[in-house]
């Protein structure tokens, strides 16, 4: 059996994400991770993109795809999620660089106790059904944050934007061709452009 693995929040996703803070000029919050430092200060490239494939670790790729694959033999580094490591926390987590003690996105349905209800914080619905729990987004009164591309565009030097099946330039769930070519249409807007790409595979094979 594996043991268990601790987060190393020094060695992250937070710390990839405040890799991308700082280098499009942001306040950083917490530690950033070198190799990526130094690649971003080396190349100084104009587009920078981050795909997350939900579910999709290192355990998995090395145990699913071995050692002569792809995505093995281009490995860079691992890095640990965050703990909660639920789709809910761990996106969120890299959307803004912050852990989620501090963004408080700690599962895909969470009990709020003034209102007495389980929410399902991305839908805003009440747990297991499509119905909408108030006409403001519960989850965002409670847990606001600022995205990365939030505070890039806000700022104005430089361009970002988010495509995912959900929100930003949305393209249609596991159609990863689309999403490529969303991602292909938002570079090259500005000086630097920071665009941050989810899909959800494998996560939702795997859960079912």
Do not use: C, Q
């Not at 355990?59 to 490995?75: Q, V």
């Not at 209102?115 to 847990?143: H, L």
């Not at 249609?172 to 969303?182: G, L, Q």
Request: aromatic letters at 14%; hydrophobic letters at 35%.
């Amino acid at each position: 059996m594996d043991k268990f693995i601790l987060p190393e929040y020094d060695n992250s996703i937070v710390s990839l994400a405040s890799s991308i803070r700082r280098y499009f000029e942001l306040d950083v919050y917490h530690n950033t991770l070198s190799d990526i430092d130094k690649i971003l200060e080396e190349y100084k490239p104009k587009n920078v993109v981050v795909i997350l494939f939900d579910g999709m670790g290192s355990r998995l790729i090395k145990k699913i795809l071995g050692e002569n694959s792809f995505l093995y033999r281009n490995m860079l580094k691992e890095i640990s999620s965050v703990v909660p490591a639920t789709t809910t926390a761990s996106t969120t987590s890299m959307l803004t660089g912050l852990t989620p003690v501090e963004h408080g996105w700690l599962a895909w349905d969470l009990y709020f106790k003034k209102e007495d209800k389980i929410v399902t914080m991305f839908t805003n619905n009440i747990k297991d059904t499509d119905i909408k729990v108030f006409d403001y987004n519960i989850a965002k009164k409670y847990f606001p944050y600022e995205t990365i591309t939030d505070s890039i565009n806000k700022n104005g030097k430089y361009y970002s934007n988010i495509v995912s099946p959900f929100g930003g330039d949305i393209y249609s769930e596991n159609n990863i061709d689309e999403m490529f070519t969303k991602i292909e249409n938002n570079l090259n807007k500005k000086e630097k452009n920071y665009i941050y790409a989810y899909y959800t595979n494998p996560d939702s094979i795997m859960h079912h």
